[in-house]
């Protein structure tokens, strides 16, 4: 047995790491969102100071509120190494349903309950889909994003439901008139994303999956479940977020979500999550969102063209996810 | 066959951190002659046949072609040369036609610079009729048996005017019928004054159709034989050479009696073409190493076990009842556990920490929700100490380890699974001697404490001294089982390459 020459190979490693340790923290991708966040903030304050008025900031997080729900169930299913790019559609349909609820049957507590229940559906579903037909889960999101979005028109034939003023406490309500309650429904989505990651056998197999799918089954991971619960969480979360966004809109168009597909994707993106899975976490998640939010705003605070906004955030993914993969190879 | 060389190789070297792969190997060629390599694995032909084709550089040593000396070769000037590589494993893109795929490097485009499919089929039947061969060119690749796409292969091969010819184990996907094409193939080529390098571990192959042969061992080049001048039996003997002493070397299982009620009996395994009716037992506290060619089936079989692959018939008992592996999920569920051959492929998660790869087994077994992460970390800790797992931390990366330290990482977590019955595949492929005889001791250990283990292994050293037993597959089958004396190396080798009978009937 050779001992001694396992040892002395554990020393050279551990000299390496220490000196690389707090290089790394500097590369880190959650350190190089929150420099930007901060840099960001400071310029903005300084050409329009409005921009860190309390009142803004709350705005700030309340725009970015549903994009943040539907983020997270994408990220925990990026993670898994798997792609939904239909969560706008899914939206778009969920909303209809529920709007056409309120405004023909009148029935609120089932207006409630039925855009969770139609999107946990609709999320096993799609799932069910990408698991058995063994095609990338991207070419089969795309079909499902054309397929609910002509469901959305087909159920409104292509016009407006209205909500009537329902359920406009769910959008627009605030907690002690401050904290609005779509806010803290986002920052509790965000809190359960990062229990779930880091605290639960789930998510440490979401990791393992995306990390290298193979491995995973090998070792006893039954994938396909794990990946079609995946599924369900984004669509349990797009009821979620088209039950906020309708009561906040007060009406659903066949078109309400469209937009958030790619929006979610980019915000995730931007947080670190890998496209390919296996990386990402609740705080990068958080901070891709913010970002998208600040610069929406600041755009808006500093008085640019609505047009150019999306050049800008265009723009901005590129980058992000640039130096993400510079630091990462560093490492 | 004339009296020049048309290729020398004179004293080659090529050593790679910790191996010599090619220790002053001398080698040449003379034309029309089919000269045969052969070699256990690992003993350095496809670094010689890498050489050749340009894509290694040895540290010394001359290439001698005609009478031109070069120090290395690179791929373009392999192909100048006219020394071409037919691969074992199939290489030709299946979506395309026969004359596309060889003329795939040199597409033949009309006057208008447009591809054209006419004149690549045109030259293609040129091509083919001079070699003799009768394929139609227009035909997709995927519609051909496997001996036409070998023989498809051999005529891409001489698209560019090849005059060596290497055939890698050429007849390992071929069934007999398609051997006796394949060698009437060759023997026509050599008659116009082709070289063929013949590698083959089919020893009955290589002395129905080789001039001379050359046997490589540990990178050494041991002998040159004409064929008529040697032996099947003297020519293993130069393969195996003397074993090394230093070899680790465990101690047989002392009372195989004990608890001899307790067995995993393997029963009627069978998958067409891969696996062929195989059966037995192994006893607790038994290692039971799994011997054969690289391609006897031996891996397909442990995959097929532990549920991974699809098997045709088959079932498992263990303890005296029929167990059902459909899935990995399902044998493990039924305490078999399987490291598999390709650890970063199929057993590791390279970017996530080494405590959550050792964890990762017993995690999907148990029903929790939440993690117990201080538990985790305690028990991850004391396997990784007990494994001697050189890091500073479980938090690394096990990308960051070294092949050695990832294998044991692999065996950390069915260790911590703790299963009943292990298979191990290549436990100990590309790690250094260190860690080989660390992994040898806790496999001792293991049997020892009452678990059944299965070691498929190709280092013929290694099976038979760790073995209790070791069953040998030959083409899906398994032929014999050698037991207390009759396990030695000379024996292995004989019945893994079937010099005794045919090995295809």
């Known amino acids: ?331 | 066959m004339s009296k020049t060389p048309v290729l020398h190789i004179d004293k080659v070297n090529k050593a790679y951190p910790g191996v010599k792969a090619l220790d002053a190997v001398d080698y040449d060629l003379y034309t029309g002659e089919v000269h045969g390599l052969v070699g256990e694995n690992g003993a350095g032909k496809s670094t010689l046949i890498e050489i050749l084709a340009g894509s290694i550089r040895p540290d010394s040593g001359d290439i001698v072609v005609d009478r031109d000396a070069f120090e290395h070769l690179d791929p373009g000037k392999s192909i100048e040369l006219g020394i071409q590589t037919v691969h074992q494993e199939n290489k030709l893109v299946e979506g395309l036609s026969v004359a596309e795929n060889i003329f795939l490097y040199d597409l033949k485009t009309s006057n208008a610079g447009f591809f054209s499919l006419k004149d690549c089929v045109k030259e293609t039947r040129v091509l083919m009729e001079s070699l003799g061969i009768d394929i139609d060119p227009g035909r997709r690749v995927e519609q051909l048996t496997p001996v036409e796409k070998k023989i498809v292969s051999i005529t891409k091969a001489f698209s560019r005017k090849a005059r060596i010819l290497i055939l890698d184990e050429p007849t390992a996907s071929l069934d007999e019928k398609g051997k006796d094409i394949l060698f009437n193939v060759i023997k026509d080529f050599t008659k116009k004054d082709l070289s063929v390098i013949y590698i083959s571990h089919n020893l009955g192959e290589v002395f129905e159709i080789c001039n001379r042969v050359t046997v490589l061992k540990d990178g050494r080049k041991i002998n040159t034989h004409k064929i008529e001048d040697i032996d099947v039996d003297s020519l293993i003997r130069e393969m195996i050479g003397r074993s090394t002493s230093s070899f680790y070397h465990r101690e047989q299982t002392s009372d195989t009696g004990r608890e001899g009620d307790v067995y995993f009996e393997v029963s009627a395994y069978s998958r067409e073409g891969v696996v062929r009716n195989v059966s037995f037992k192994v006893r607790r506290g038994e290692i039971f190493g799994l011997g054969g060619m690289v391609g006897s089936g031996r891996t397909e079989l442990a995959r097929m076990i532990f549920g991974l692959d699809q098997r045709d018939s088959g079932t498992l008992i263990y303890n005296g009842k029929e167990i059902s592996a459909d899935s990995p999920y399902e044998a493990i569920q039924n305490g078999i556990g399987l490291l598999t051959e390709d650890r970063a492929d199929t057993g590791l998660v390279l970017d996530r920490p080494i405590y959550e790869n050792i964890s990762l087994v017993e995690l999907g077994k148990k029903f929790l929700v939440m993690l117990d992460l201080p538990d985790e970390r305690k028990q991850t800790g004391k396997i990784s100490e007990r494994l001697n797992i050189a890091t500073p931390s479980l938090n690394q990366m096990v990308r960051n380890l070294s092949g050695g330290n990832q294998q044991k990482v692999v065996l950390a977590k069915w260790l911590f699974a703790n299963t009943d019955i292990v298979i191990f595949d290549e436990p100990t492929i590309g790690i250094d001697v260190g860690a080989k005889s660390e992994i040898y001791n806790l496999m001792h250990e293991l049997a020892e404490a009452g678990k059944i283990l299965i070691m498929i292994s190709s280092d013929t050293p290694e099976l038979t001294s760790v073995s209790d037993r070791v069953g040998i597959m030959r083409a899906g089958e398994l032929v014999k089982i050698l037991e207390g004396e009759e396990i030695t190396e000379e024996n292995v080798l004989k019945h893994s390459i079937g010099s005794r009978e045919k090995s295809r009937t």
């Open chain 1, 1 to 331: 047995m050779n001992r001694e020459l396992n040892i002395q190979a554990g020393n050279g490693v551990s000299q390496k790491e220490k000196s690389d340790k707090w290089k790394s923290l500097l590369l880190n991708q959650n350190s190089i969102l929150i420099l930007f966040i901060v840099v960001l903030g400071v310029v903005v304050t300084i050409i329009n100071p409005n921009f860190r008025n309390p009142r803004n900031i709350v705005n700030i997080l309340q725009q970015i509120s549903v994009l943040g729900i539907v983020s997270a169930g994408v990220a925990m299913l990026l993670i898994s190494g798997n792609i939904d790019i239909s969560v706008g559609s899914q939206i778009s349909t969920i909303g209809v349903v529920m709007a056409m609820i309120v405004q023909k049957l009148g029935n609120i507590p089932l207006a409630v309950v039925a855009p969770i229940l139609l999107g946990a559906t609709i999320g096993v579903i799609n799932g069910i889909v990408v698991v058995k037909s063994k095609v990338h889960s991207f070419i089969i999101s795309l079909g499902f994003m054309v397929v609910y979005q002509g469901l959305a028109l087909f159920l409104s034939h292509g016009t407006a439901y209205l909500m009537g003023g329902k359920l406009e406490f769910l959008g627009r309500g605030r907690i002690f008139g401050y904290l609005p309650v779509m806010v803290l429904v986002f920052f509790t989505v965000v809190a359960l994303t990062h229990v779930i990651l880091r605290y639960t056998k789930y998510g440490r197999i979401l990791y393992a999956i995306g990390g290298n799918r193979t491995a995973a089954y090998v070792s006893g991971i039954r994938t396909e479940r794990y990946i079609i619960i995946a599924y369900t969480v984004v669509g349990t979360l797009c009821g979620l977020a088209a039950l906020i966004l309708i009561s906040q809109l007060g009406a659903a168009y066949p078109n309400t979500g469209t937009g958030y597909a790619m929006d979610t994707l980019a915000a995730v993106i931007v947080g670190g999550t890998l496209i390919t899975g296996g990386k990402g976490s609740a705080l990068g998640l958080l901070l891709g969102v913010v970002i998208f939010g600040m610069i929406s705003n600041a755009l808006n605070v500093l008085n640019v063209s609505a047009y150019l906004r999306d050049v800008v955030l265009g723009l901005i993914i590129i980058s992000a996810v640039t130096i993400g993969r510079i630091s990462t190879e560093r490492q």
